[in-house]
């Protein structure tokens, strides 16, 4: 991997993912229960930091940890906009649009996941 996180697709498409969670969740009331607004985009953030934190490691295990917190992170973002969708703080439309991005997210992040484990496996062969 060389160049900066800010070239990399999955990084491009969280930072699309967060600025579009801080949108739609700026309607979701403060005193839920859960926290869900402020969970929400902690979320979408996780996801962002965790693959610029990742990618600027120079040893290929904590690259390979901060990856799959960052993949962990995209399936929570999925999980509480599925929850926004289910009590009625999003509609349809744009949850699908949520999921469209962090789909767009796992396609590449995956490709960085196996990568890393390839390098790794290589290194202990």
């Known amino acids: 991997m060389t160049g900066t996180y800010k070239n990399l697709d999955a990084w491009k498409k969280s930072i699309q993912l967060a600025k ?28 962002s930091n965790n693959i ?4 600027g490691l120079s040893k290929e295990g904590r690259k390979l940890y901060h990856f799959d917190i960052a993949f962990g992170s995209c399936n929570e973002v999925d ?3 599925t929850l926004a969708l289910e009590i009625g703080y999003i509609n349809e439309e744009v949850q699908k649009e949520i999921e469209e991005i ?3 997210i796992r396609r590449p992040l995956s490709g960085l996941i ?12």
């Open 20 to 47: 579009r969670i801080y949108q739609v969740s700026e309607s979701f009331p403060d005193n839920h229960p859960s926290g869900l607004k402020s969970q929400i985009r902690r979320s979408a953030v996780s996801i």
């Open 52 to 55: 610029a934190e990742g990618s």
């Open 102 to 104: 962090i789909i767009s």
């Open 114 to 125: 196996k990568y890393t484990e390839n390098k790794i496996q290589n290194f202990k062969t």
């Open 79 to 81: 999980n509480l906009s």
